[in-house]
């Protein structure tokens, strides 16, 4: 958490740590644990604590947190975002890639886009799109333009697909492997 405009307090310890107590509450209270979260005094206007450590502060020693993966420290908030952790996203899951946008191509067709946020999306794969129930067959996957073998994790790419117009699917459908798991729409769920 940057605490930001440190230098309209006079750089003052009792404000920051009265906002990391209420801040700290609040984190807690939404089901996060306050030790795994950094909290650094920057003024962004004059750049304290963002890259290097400002003396205006000599009562702020840095910050540390706590997580599954270990312990870390730092002064600055540049130091806080490098630690913060890559969140994991299983390839060996069944493909789940919500749809940010479908474009029609001349000359190759119909290509939706979106991420892939589990799973392995692969060219000649058949996919189902929920809630359209739309099925149909992978013809090639993209990403900045360069053919790809396979879309993994993280990856936001483009698949072309046989048979279906621009009118059949559309941002928010969720593409699925129609042979594990495939997505489906649902009235209600738990989270």
Known sequence: VAINKMDTTKWSEDRFK??????SNFIKKVGFNPKS????????????????SSPN??????WD???KAGKSSGKTLLDAIDAIEPPSRPS???????????????????VPVGRVETGVIKPGMVVTFAPAGVT????????????????LPGDNVGFNVKNV????????????????????GAESFNA
């Open 136 to 151: 149909t067959e992978v013809k090639s996957v993209e990403m900045h333009h360069e053919q790809l073998t396979e879309g």
């Open 57 to 62: 502060c000599p009562w702020y020693k840095g």
């Open 18 to 23: 009265e906002i990391v107590k209420e801040t």
């Open 92 to 110: 060996d899951k069944p493909l789940r890639l919500p749809l940010q946008d479908v474009y029609k191509i001349g000359g190759i067709g119909t």
């Open 37 to 52: 979260v950094p909290f650094v005094p920057i003024s962004g206007f004059n750049g304290d604590n963002m890259i290097d």
């Open 65 to 67: 947190k706590e997580t």
């Open 165 to 184: 117009s621009v009118k059949e699917i559309r941002r928010g459908n969720v593409a699925g492997d129609s042979k594990n798991d495939p997505p489906k």
